[in-house]
Nanobody, 120 residues
Framework: VQLQASGGGLVQPGGSLRLSCAAS????????MGWYRQAPGKQRELVAT???????NYADSVRGRFTISRNNAKNTVYLQMNGLKPEDTAVYYC???????????????WGQGTQVTVSS
């Protein structure tokens, strides 16, 4: 199983970016999907998660500015980021709990990370 993230880049404060992350390989089902980020010198932190049924959870720092969504048919999770601030600068990682076969328990998979830089 692989997770491929894309959509990062350089944006000015107040701007927007949309991250995507597609899962591929042997996949029976995907439970929770999410985005995490890690800024230089800091620990990785949760940004947002979404269940298979679409229930979402956000970090307080991004609630109201970021929106997480997913397309179960495409095994893809998205993160729409609006009103970006310099403190949002980080490497963003996608995560998915995947069962490769019907009898497998779900386990964590991580994408390679995509850089988001917010600067004027």
């Amino acid at each position: 199983v692989q997770l491929q993230a894309s959509g990062g880049g350089l944006v000015q404060p107040g701007g927007s970016l949309r991250l995507s992350c597609a899962a591929s390989g042997r996949i029976y089902t995907i439970n929770d999907m999410g985005w995490y980020r890690q800024a230089p010198g800091k620990q990785r932190e949760l940004v947002a998660t979404i269940t298979r049924m679409g229930i979402t959870n956000y970090a307080d720092s991004v609630r109201g500015r970021f929106t997480i969504s997913r397309n179960n048919a495409k095994n893809t999770v998205y993160l729409q980021m609006n009103g970006l601030k310099p403190e949002d600068t980080a490497v963003y990682y996608c995560n998915a709990e995947i069962s490769p076969r019907s009898w497998d328990p779900p386990y964590d998979n991580w994408g390679q990370g995509t850089q988001v830089t917010v600067s004027s």
